[in-house]
């Protein structure tokens, strides 16, 4: 056992966590027991979730909210049954607040896409502006690049710190009157950063600029309060917290989805619809045109359901533990540069790293040969990679199924690494 092991404290019973999910029993390569440490890419699934999507499709598969059969009646109270669960997961006012899209991405270009279409006071045009970071996901800058191609608004950003964090001393420069909307990751999908989101909102809050926040690497591992972020919107997805793939979520305030105008339209978003015109349903259904993620809300809600079991807290205070000692651990190899905050405090549970003068494709690829799962390239965080020199990073992330066990692992593994390439 490492010295660094020695007095963990906080980490949950894994040994029962992991038989729920069938998946880490796996051996790959012959003889090599999986140690997956991608789940900031994507989670895995517990059996509850993969037994409610089975259940839905064997006992109560149906369109929702226009059949008067049985199963069209059961379809719909699972799929609503599943908003209600996730509003109260993150303390929203109102169910009505929440709307399921395919995913994150889809989340924020939805609210990109409104602002571009809305009548004043939200409006972005030629004489607006758009607040971002340097730090973002693709996923939060590309929307609104192409919203400010469209409408001639400026696009600003937060550049970073050495030490991974967003450079704050222009907060006055950069949100300003002129400035429409604030947009940024809560927490770093690639430096782990969790970010400052008091200061960021109450500049916001006093040049009357909404805010959004890209909440996709928090919800899985933190309590999520949106009333207490004091933010506008929040968007996260389904699959990086033990639910499926093809479900995200947008929560907005009441009165910003009542004024602003659909993204999408078709079936299910309507009031009336005649030849020349149409009117809306209120939201949520405003914005969740045509036959909605079905069965992937109803594995959403029972993901909400297994994560509450296990306490959000617990998670929390678990994933900072295996944090803070896979970072020790990590600064123990060789060459090892972790790119990002080095202090276990206000990070998430993703360490990203280069080695030496290994490209981290190797690095992975050599890892994987032991049966060690990491995420390894730019993380659709290209502009972070940019801003450190790097063409890459090889990444580890952890989640409420991760071990110390694991991270040494890792580490035995990354000496493997240095050994195969001299």
Not at 100 to 117: H, I, R, Y
Not at 211 to 223: G, K, M
Not at 352 to 380: K, N, W
Request: a negative charge; glycine letters at 8%; proline letters at 5%.
């Amino acid at each position: 056992m490492s010295d660094a092991r020695k007095g963990l404290t906080g980490l949950l019973d894994t040994e029962a966590i992991r038989k729920d999910f069938p998946i880490l029993d796996r051996v790959i390569h012959g003889d090599k027991k999986l140690v997956y440490l991608d789940s900031a890419a994507s989670s895995q699934k517990p059996r509850q979730v993969i037994d409610a999507l089975s259940g839905y499709y064997e006992q109560h598969h149906a369109n929702v909210h226009r059949g008067i059969h049985v199963l069209a009646d059961e379809a719909t109270a699972l799929y609503e049954g599943a908003r209600d669960k996730v509003a109260a997961f993150i303390n929203a006012p109102s169910r009505d607040e929440v709307i399921f899209t395919k995913n994150a991405s889809e989340s924020l270009n939805l609210v990109a896409n409104m602002l571009g279409w809305a009548d004043e006071p939200y409006r972005v045009d030629r004489d607006t502006e758009i607040v971002i970071t340097e730090m973002e996901h693709h996923s939060n800058i590309v929307p609104w690049q192409l919203l400010a191609q469209r409408t001639g608004a400026k696009l600003k950003w937060f550049g970073l710190t050495d030490d991974g964090r967003l450079d704050l001393s222009n907060i006055e420069e950069i949100i300003t009157e002129k400035t429409k909307i604030v947009s940024f990751v809560l927490v770093s999908n690639i430096l782990g950063t969790v970010n400052p989101v008091e200061a960021i909102v109450r500049r916001a809050q006093q040049v009357g600029a909404l805010v959004l926040i890209d909440a996709s690497q928090a919800a899985p591992h933190a309590p999520l309060d949106v009333q207490a972020l004091q933010a506008d919107f929040v968007a996260f997805t389904g699959h990086k917290m033990c639910g499926p793939t093809g479900i995200g979520v947008l929560w907005g305030r009441q009165e910003l989805l009542e004024d602003l105008p659909p993204f999408l339209g078709g079936g299910e978003m309507i009031e009336t619809v005649s030849m020349n015109s149409s009117t809306y349903a209120p939201a949520p259904h405003k914005f969740e045109a045509g036959t909605p993620p079905i069965a992937q809300a109803v594995g959403l809600g029972a993901a909400v359901d297994y994560l509450n079991a296990i306490g959000m807290e617990k998670i929390a205070a678990h994933e900072h533990a295996i944090t803070e000692y896979a970072v020790k651990r990590l600064l123990e190899v060789p060459d090892l540069r972790i790119i990002g905050p080095v202090s276990a405090e206000d990070r998430g549970a993703t360490v990203s790293f280069t080695l030496g003068d290994i490209h981290p494709h190797d690095v992975g690829q050599v890892l994987d040969e032991q049966g060690i799962a990491v995420r390894v390239g730019h993380h659709c965080a290209r502009p972070v990679c940019l801003r450190y020199g790097i063409p890459a990073t090889t990444r580890a992330s952890f989640y409420l199924y991760s071990t110390p066990g694991e991270v040494d692992a890792l580490v035995d593994g990354l000496e493997h690494v240095r050994q195969f390439f001299g």
